[in-house]
C-alpha cells in the first residue's frame, strides 16, 4: 500500500474533531493528488460525493474490545468504527466540491490533518446504499452522533 | 496490511462473477476469521449488513483510464470502481447471515473465493448514506447495473 496523496483539513488533533463525515458538512479540506495519478480523476468533478480510502496514520495499536465514540460499554472493535483497528484504513464518505489540476477540494471532513489516501472511489447510491438495515448496539446510541465529538479516547 | 482472514465464496474466476455486491443477492460466502481476532466481533450480530474491505489479490497493474465494466468509454479510474487500482482495495457492503465462532456467513457477495479480509466495519446507514448524490457518468448507465457481469476486461 503506498498513498496516492494527501489529505488537507482543520484538524490538527484527534481530541475535539469529528467522529463521522456525516457530522461535519462543514469540514473543508482538500486532496493533493500526486501529479503522477492525475489521469485517473478526469470524469470524477460529474460525481457529487466520493468514497476515501485513508491510513489512520496517527492509530498505534488496537484491542479487540473498545469503548467506541458512542458508548460506554465495551464492543467488539469490528462492530464499531473505531479508528485503532488491525490493517488501520479509515472509510469516509465526502462531498467533492471541485478540482483543479491535481487538487480536489472537499467538505464534510473527519481526518486529521495529513492523513494518507489511499484510493478515491465514486459514491453511487444504487450501490452502496441498503435499506432496512438493522444496526445492533447503535440503535439507541446513534442518535448522539450529532453531539458527539473525539474526546481522546483513541489517543491524543 | 496483514489479512484478518479469507473470504469464501463460489466465485472461482472472475468472468461471469457479480459486479457489484448489490447486484448478487443470492451470492453466498463466508468469512474465516483468524482465532486470534474473534474477540473482535462480538455485538456484530445485532448489525445485518456489514462493509468489507478486502485485497483484490488476483487484480494486476493498473491503468489510470479504464472502460469500466457499464461503459465502453474510458474514464479516468478513480471514477469507476473497476478493481485494478494503484491500492486495490475492495469495498462491499453485504448481508450478514450469521455468526459461528470464528465463520461468519454472509450473502451479497461479489469477491472471489479466497479473498484476503482486510477490515469489517458496520454498515450504519445514518453514516454510510447521502442523500441527492450526483452519480456522474454512471447516471445514463446505472440502469444496466442489475444484468451485468463481469466479461474479463480487467484480467481472467
Same mark, same amino acid.
Given at each position: 500500500m503506498t498513498p496516492i496523496g494527501i489529505i488537507h483539513t !482543520?484538524?490538527?488533533?484527534k481530541k475535539g474533531m469529528p467522529i463521522q463525515a456525516k457530522t461535519s458538512p462543514d469540514g473543508k479540506g482538500r486532496i493533493e493528488l500526486l501529479? +503522477?495519478?492525475v489521469d485517473g480523476i478526469s470524469d470524477l468533478e460529474g460525481f457529487s460525493h466520493i468514497i476515501l480510502l485513508y491510513v489512520f496514520h496517527l492509530s498505534e495499536g488496537? +484491542? =479487540?474490545k473498545v469503548k467506541p465514540f =458512542? !458508548?460506554?460499554e465495551k464492543r467488539g =472493535?469490528?462492530?464499531t468504527r473505531a479508528p485503532n483497528r488491525p490493517n488501520n484504513i479509515g472509510l469516509s464518505v465526502v462531498k467533492l466540491e471541485g478540482i483543479r489540476g491535481n487538487i480536489i477540494s472537499i467538505s464534510g471532513t473527519d481526518m =486529521? !490533518?495529513?492523513t494518507p489516501l489511499l484510493d478515491i472511489k465514486p459514491y453511487v447510491p444504487q450501490m452502496d446504499n441498503r435499506e432496512n438495515a438493522r444496526i445492533g448496539w447503535l440503535e439507541?446510541?446513534?442518535h448522539m452522533m450529532e453531539n458527539t465529538c473525539n474526546d481522546g479516547r483513541f489517543g491524543g
Open positions: !482543520d484538524f490538527k488533533s501529479d +503522477r495519478y488496537y +484491542r =479487540l =458512542l !458508548d460506554d =472493535l469490528f462492530a =486529521l !490533518d495529513g439507541h446510541k446513534i
